[in-house]
């Protein structure tokens, strides 16, 4: 590795706009109009979609110019000339999955119609810079059209990595082995999560089929928009900062929602190398084969500078180099992006018919998610999955295959048939909330016993198992039922939790257990298991399951079937420390608010102060108490919260973020709510307009039809042209 210091410089034409781009721009801002509605949502009417895409990215940057240039950044393995050296190795290992130089490629081979987008995608957000000049960005000062080339999948969960790390890599380059056997999963009710639900004419009050979309994923990652060209584009939802087509939502005829899979689609190799003076090789199929070596240099912020870092990365035709175990180099193949992932995120957007959005899943390049379908002639769907390379099934997927053999080289994408599937059950409704598509539809779902373990290693979550609860307790739905059950907060996982405490404390009644304890359980035992505002019993539960939940699982790899699992793992641990994790719950709540019996709003808090990425919290701060908590816990809203370095409260900082429910009749009838608001802007009135609707589950009328959104129109200009 080489290092060398550039300095700082600022460049005479900061942007680089030349006379004929700013021209282009504002020739295709002539053709676009922006309605803003009363919540500040963008209603983006263009004559081409192409238009639709100019707009929508100049609208984007007008609500959060910040996300959407991070998104790039990140995409483009540049992190670290923003944040600095701490970055250098995440960025590593995005130029290993995400080449750019193929997604420029990818630009030159593009259908027309593919490439006007493209173009359109740029040009709006460049136009956008060129139109403020006070907005700096921290590092992209010229978009290229290639860009959208390198996040062509719209999942928080978008990049796979078969769970290697920067810091597995870091190794690799130090010449240090890690156990891959250790490998820490990551945590599902963290980071990913959504919730979906189709309901079928059968089990709908009207007779329509309806959607329900509940992704779970850091709050501000996505916005709310709708998009209308004269080129049979009419498609509302929520887009990723950044991307130009709705990633969950609908059009005049069909929706879709995404949740975050464990299908198997990232493998890990182990190569067996050889180093001599001709080169550096690797065995496949008994033949010595050249490792593809490819020079990058990655760039990184000092207080003096920049200064550049070079490696090398080493691929295999497995993949790239990510790590070393026991001597053996480890090569990881994906699919991380692509042109055809594109297509597809765009072309779902305008399918009209079941089988037009059959067609496009036939595309097999949505890498990262499961699909749950709703349809205007009364079709629901569930596809687990849809890329999913076809593998030799006497393997062990879950852990490293030797990679010397060509029996473990992929075999070809799986047809769409044969991955795991489900049409029209027969129960009138599907779910999935992140786990196994084995209760889809409960038990009308599907047989395991037709498919290789590859394709769905997704344990069942407590969501799950309250999912199939509550569709199941309800003969029909209208749309206010539907948004009722996607916000049932039974947290079913204290159903198994609180038993093994409330024996504890019986076997340990004669050894001076403390009466602060002995009333925490009463009220435990009283407690209805539902998370409120106004419940102390929540606040004691929640704190107490944390440290049981890191405890039992401490030490653990891969992923672990709670709900199976859980009785077991409580038996195993001593009762004694059951009571003195709650003893010290109760410490802590009365070191911290004076006493323990601290209901959960109190502490339980939404606030929005600053746009920052990472966002700022403070106790001193004003604040909105959230009934909600993780749904971790079996609850169907999600509401991840935490303290932070100097809090004794809790602020949300994920869990529901975007939430519609619709329905497919002769007129489109639908309602949302979007966590905070959709501006970005402090000072905007829709930086957090719904706030107070957000932790009440209080949804607003989406404005689908041309005459509501001009009767509740609060402003409407052509990008480059509003109003300060």
Not at 217 to 245: C, D, K
Not at 333 to 358: D, M, P, V, Y
Not at 586 to 605: A, H, Q
Request: glycine residues 6%; charged residues 25%.
């Amino acid at each position: 590795m080489k290092y060398f210091i550039l300095f700082l410089l600022v460049p005479a034409l900061i942007h680089g706009q030349s006379k004929a781009d700013i021209v282009r721009w504002q020739e295709a801002a002539k053709h676009v109009n922006i309605i803003r509605d009363n919540w500040g949502i963008p209603h983006i009417y263009g004559k081409t979609d192409a238009d639709c895409v100019f707009g929508l990215m100049y609208a984007q940057c007008e609500d959060d110019f910040k996300r959407v240039e991070m998104n790039y950044v990140t995409m483009l393995g540049r992190t670290s000339e923003v944040t600095g050296e701490k970055d250098i190795y995440e960025d590593l290992l995005v130029r290993m999955v995400i080449d750019s130089t193929d997604a420029v490629k990818d630009y030159e081979v593009s259908p027309d119609w593919m490439k006007r987008l493209l173009n359109a995608f740029a040009d709006g957000i460049n136009y956008y810079l060129y139109k403020n000049p006070n907005v700096k960005p921290v590092l992209l000062t010229n978009f290229k059209p290639w860009y959208a080339l390198t996040y062509t999948d719209g999942s928080i969960s978008a990049i796979q990595t078969a769970d290697l790390t920067a810091d597995d890599i870091k190794k690799f380059y130090q010449g240090i082995s890690i156990d891959l056997a250790k490998l820490k999963k990551k945590d599902p009710e963290q980071l990913i999560g959504s919730n979906g639900f189709a309901i079928s004419p059968s089990k709908s009050i009207t007779g329509n089929a309806m959607l329900y979309i509940n992704p779970h994923v850091t709050f501000y990652f996505r916005p709310e928009v709708h998009m209308i060209s004269e080129e049979g584009l009419n498609t509302y939802g929520a887009v990723t900062w950044g991307q130009f087509f709705v990633y969950q939502g609908f059009n005049e005829h069909c929706g879709w929602m995404h949740t975050s899979s464990e299908a198997d689609v990232a493998d890990l190799y182990e190569e067996t190398i050889e180093k001599n003076s001709s080169g550096i090789f690797y065995s496949h199929n008994k033949i010595q084969k050249p490792v593809t070596i490819q020079p990058t240099t990655i760039a990184y912020k000092t207080k003096n500078g920049i200064v550049k870092k070079e490696f090398k990365i080493y691929k295999t035709h497995h993949g790239p180099i990510m790590a070393m175990q026991a001597g053996k180099w480890i090569a990881m193949q994906s699919n991380n992006r692509s042109l055809t992932g594109l297509i597809q995120s765009w072309s779902r957007t305008k399918a009209k018919t079941f089988s037009e959005f059959k067609n496009i899943m036939d595309l097999r390049s949505n890498i990262s998610n499961n699909t749950v379908y709703a349809d205007d002639q009364g079709n629901i769907a569930y596809w687990h999955g849809n890329f999913m390379p076809k593998r030799n099934p006497q393997f062990d997927w879950k852990n490293p295959v030797d990679g010397t053999r060509d029996a473990t080289d992929w075999k070809g994408l799986h047809t769409v048939e044969e991955t795991i599937h489900l049409y029209n059950p027969s129960n009138g409704w599907l779910q999935n909330c992140n786990a196994t598509p084995f209760t889809v539809a409960g038990n009308r779902s599907i047989n395991r016993k037709k498919y290789p373990s590859y394709m769905a290693p997704d344990p069942e979550n407590f969501r799950g198992i309250n999912a199939v609860r509550v569709l199941s307790s309800k003969d029909k739905f209208d749309i206010n039922g539907l948004i009722e059950a996607g916000y049932d907060n039974y947290m079913s996982a204290f159903d198994i939790l609180l038993p093994p405490l409330f024996s504890a404390n019986q076997t340990l009644i004669a050894n001076d257990i403390k009466p602060d304890i002995n009333k925490a359980i009463q009220l435990l035992r009283d407690w209805d298991r539902r998370t409120t505002s106004n419940s102390i019993a929540t606040t004691i539960a929640i704190h107490w399951a944390e440290k049981v939940v890191a405890y039992i699982t401490r030490g653990r790899k891969g992923l672990i079937d709670l709900p199976f699992e859980l009785n077991r793992m409580l038996k195993e641990m001593p009762d004694a420390t059951k009571i003195s994790f709650l003893n010290e719950v109760l410490k802590k709540l009365k070191s911290d608010f004076g006493t323990w019996e601290v209901p959960w709003g109190e502490m339980n808090r939404f606030q929005r102060i600053d746009n920052n990425i990472d966002a700022a919290f403070s106790d001193k701060e004003s604040s909105i108490p959230s009934p909600f908590a993780s749904s971790a816990w079996g609850t169907l809203p999600s509401f991840n919260s935490k303290t932070y370095q100097e809090s004794k409260k809790r602020y949300g900082y994920g869990g529901n973020s975007f939430v519609c429910a619709v329905e497919f009749g002769k007129r489109i009838q639908a309602k949302s709510l979007l966590a905070g608001g959709e501006s970005g802007a402090p000072a905007s009135k829709h930086f957090k307009d719904q706030a107070d609707m957000y932790t009440k589950g209080k949804f607003k009328e989406v404005l689908f039809y041309k005459e509501d959104i001009l009767k509740n129109m609060e402003e409407q200009y052509l990008p480059g042209m509003r109003k300060k």
